[in-house]
């Protein structure tokens, strides 16, 4: 394959999948789901310490638990725009190792070895997994901010119950 041929069949994968995240785009703007405004002190809500949490208010706590799971919403969708972008990936993947599979192997070679193969010898097939890798380790550590951010927002929730009980 020329450096011609490589460079269109890796531009042709960034264009299919900038009309992929485009099409997402237009879902979402049809959804009609806002971005939500997030707040500019994340980075001091979860950092509060023992101390400063003793000294809020039931209703700080109460805010600072919304402003987190607003926080955690975001990332949510970011973390869903990530996986939808690695399942596009992993289909046209499959196509891919569909048209091509005979090329490679025996008809006793595995299914990864065979898939690997491709892999390697595909400059398209290269690059869409790539793009799975890429956004799959995205998505994955999305998914452990947004447990965390909603673990702390349930964290602050308590601690409001445990200050309007002590206060009342």
Not at 71 to 83: D, F, M, S, T
Request: glycine share 4%; aromatic share 10%.
């Amino acid at each position: 394959m020329t450096k011609e041929n490589i460079g269109n069949k890796e531009s042709s994968t960034e264009s299919r999948l900038k009309e992929f995240e485009e099409k997402l785009d237009i879902l979402l703007a049809n959804l009609i789901i806002p971005s939500p405004k997030v707040s500019n002190n994340i980075d001091e809500i979860i950092g509060l310490s023992y101390d400063q949490l003793v000294k809020i208010s039931a209703e700080e706590c109460s805010i600072f638990s919304y402003q987190l799971k607003q926080y955690a919403y975001y990332i949510q969708q970011k973390e869903n725009r990530y996986r939808n972008i690695e399942r596009w990936a992993n289909e046209c993947l499959k196509r891919v190792y569909g048209k091509e599979s005979s090329n490679y192997g025996t008809q006793y070679s595995k299914y990864e070895e065979k898939m690997y193969m491709i892999i390697n010898g595909n400059v398209y097939a290269d690059k869409l997994h790539r793009i799975m890798l890429e956004y799959g380790a995205y998505a994955n550590e999305l998914h452990l901010l947004n447990n965390k951010l909603l673990d702390m927002s349930k964290s602050l929730q308590d601690i409001k119950y445990t200050k309007r009980i002590k206060d009342e």
